[in-house]
């Protein structure tokens, strides 16, 4: 007469052992999640790599500006205006992929706006360019 | 196009960008950095078209179409006197586009490999929000600076008590939030940090005056490039964190310079409230015991042809009579009867760093005939006029001699120093800083007075 008492001890112990299955199985989803993600922070470019090549870049910008002739002062700000729109290419991931989502949607406004400022900063700059000439 | 390559095209494009800025040393090789800026968009753009992740280009192409289109035709039509509220209006829409890359990389981050919707990466986290909030407030530091000089709001500081207190507390409460979003990722504190910015913007650039543009152009200038690197932090993205750092600090010299032309520190015109903007009020006072000596267009014409060399001094008043093409005449006919004649350019002048030059070179005066300051200012005592068409405080002498002046200290072109200065004013008004110019009274002045651009076609005509 044990044996459907054992039985049910056993199914019992099972369901259990199941429960604490999944929740590993959790655990392990969970740490694969993290794992998957991590590489691009270990794999891709590190936040240190990353503020070295800002850094060095300022002090790029620094000694370049500085040489700009004070005449060209305006042509300097039009075309750091147009270059600066190079977060284009931040939008045109946003909007690249398939489906409509809130983020492909962000990213059509940021390339609209962005294509406003290269176009106008590019071709106003040249407008300027041109008009400085030497003495006949 | 796998990483490794983009990677590399990346870094073709930041070279370009780098030798675009470069190319602006001299105007001779100015025109060949902007397409090595050109050129260096078409790669970045072209490049990140070919990566995996952009698949679909119905809406990128609607977009570049549409934006292509607008930014071509204001570019083409823009009148170079308003090129001031042109590089505003462009600086806002960087701001914004950079709240927009902000928000499509928080809502989906997967995109830009930075994690997971609710487990996105803390420096991930710090990046994004740094990069949103300035993109915010230069976005909307720009509309009010644009506002401001379109003319469509006073260009007056408009200040209002506990100003400086709301500041603060907004600039405390932005930093609260970017920890409580960076520590939660919860999205109500990543919108209200939006918000916040946007108010923080508006607020930062409203008091500022109208002639203290230069600066806050400068600023916005530099804003954007600190924006632009946000976001090219957040993506990983070498270029934008590049070319944002190339901005961010053009923009700071420039800022830098403009606020030494005016010997004011970055934080006094941050600050804000100074100066009324046309200056009446201090103008009347004093005048009536004063003698000054006015003359006319033949006066100055039969002055100016006896003369052997001549400076002229144009400052805004030039740009807003859209005075330098009868100006350029002027000069032509000056020339052809062998005076020396060049131009002497102050730091400040005009609504934006160099916008006297391109002024100038818009009216055919060839650049080797216009100095800088410090390139000219010990040649006015070696002058026989100064012709100051449309400044004002940047030839006041109370600079140099008068401590409690509020723009003692300013660096100020020497025209006292010329034999004979002749002022082509509309009125005794007192400029920006509100201070009263003693020139105007000197034995060797003479007035001109009237509208800047009918008073050179007078003088044109008389030279004939």
């Given at each position: ?7 049910a ?25 993290t ?27 620094y ?9 060209l ?35 059509f ?7 406003v ?20 | ?40 968009m ?12 952009v ?18 035709f204001?570019?083409?039509r ?15 829409l ?13 809502t989906y ?22 990069g ?18 379109q ?66 152009i ?17 993506l ?57 000596r ?41 020339k ?30 060839p ?12 040649d ?62 000197r ?22």
């Open positions: 007469m044990a044996e459907p008492a054992s039985l001890d056993r199914a019992a112990e099972l369901a259990g052992q199941a429960g604490a299955l999944a929740r590993n199985l959790d655990l392990l989803t969970h740490q694969l999640t794992v998957q993600t991590t590489p691009a922070v270990v794999g891709g470019p590190s936040f240190v790599f990353e503020l070295t090549v800002f850094v060095l870049a300022v002090f790029v910008g000694y370049v500006v500085w040489r700009v002739t004070p005449a002062h305006s042509p300097l700000m039009s075309v750091t205006n147009a270059i600066s729109s190079v977060i284009i290419v931040g939008a045109l991931i946003a909007a690249g992929p398939l489906g409509v989502s809130f983020a492909k949607i962000m990213g406004v940021a390339v609209t706006l962005a294509a400022n290269i176009f106008g900063g590019f071709i106003v700059t040249q407008r300027m360019l041109q008009m400085f000439q030497k003495k006949r | 196009m796998s990483e490794n390559l983009s990677a590399f095209f990346y870094l073709v494009a930041s070279v370009c960008f780098i030798l675009a800025l470069r190319g602006l040393s001299s105007p001779v090789t100015a025109r060949v950095g902007n397409i090595y800026g050109i050129a260096g078409l790669i970045a753009v072209v490049t990140t078209l070919l990566t995996p992740h698949v679909s280009f119905w809406l990128i192409i609607l977009g570049i179409l549409i934006g292509g289109t607008a930014g071509t204001i570019a083409l823009i009148q170079m006197t308003a090129l001031p509220q042109l590089v505003a209006a462009f600086h806002s960087v701001g914004l586009a950079a709240v927009c890359v902000a928000g499509a990389a928080f981050p997967e995109l830009y490999g930075i994690g997971v919707r609710g487990a996105i990466h803390g420096s991930s986290l710090v990046e994004m929000s740094l949103m909030a300035i993109g915010a407030i230069t976005f909307t530091g720009s509309v009010v600076a644009f506002a401001k000089l003319g469509l709001v006073t260009g007056r500081p408009l200040v209002f008590p506990g100003q400086h207190l709301v500041n603060a507390a907004l600039g405390a409460l932005l930093i609260l939030l970017i920890a409580l979003f960076v520590s939660t990722e919860a999205a109500p504190a990543f919108w209200l940090l939006l918000v916040v910015s946007l108010a923080l913007g508006f607020l930062l650039i409203v008091p500022i005056g109208g002639a203290d543009m230069p600066v806050v400068s600023m916005l200038n530099s804003y954007s490039g600190w924006a632009a690197a946000g976001i090219g932090f957040t990983s993205n070498s270029l934008l964190i590049v070319t944002g750092a190339l901005v961010g600090s053009s923009g700071a010299i420039l800022s830098y310079i403009m606020c030494r032309g005016m010997n004011r520190s970055i934080f006094n015109v941050v600050l804000g409230g100074f100066g009324t903007e046309g200056g009446t009020v201090a103008a009347g006072a004093g005048v009536g015991d004063r003698l000054v006015s003359g006319s267009a033949e006066d100055a014409a039969f002055i100016m042809k006896n003369a052997s060399s001549v400076i002229i001094v144009p400052g805004y008043g030039m740009a807003v009579a859209q005075a330098q093409h009868a100006l350029r005449e002027m000069a032509d006919i000056l052809k009867e062998g005076v020396n004649v060049r131009y002497a350019i102050h730091p400040v002048a005009g609504r934006m760093p160099g916008h006297m030059n391109v002024l100038l070179a818009e009216a055919n005066v650049y080797d005939e216009v100095f800088e300051l410090e390139e000219i200012n010990r006015f005592a070696s002058t026989d006029v100064a012709f100051v068409i449309g400044a004002n405080d940047v030839t006041n002498p109370a600079a140099k001699t008068d401590p409690s002046s509020p723009i003692y200290g300013m660096p100020i072109l020497d025209v006292e120093r010329a034999k004979t200065v002749l002022f082509v004013k509309r009125s005794m008004a007192s400029g920006y800083a509100g201070v009263e110019n003693e020139l105007f009274y034995n060797n002045t003479m007035m001109l007075f009237g509208d800047a651009k009918k008073m050179c076609e007078e003088i044109v005509k008389a030279l004939e």
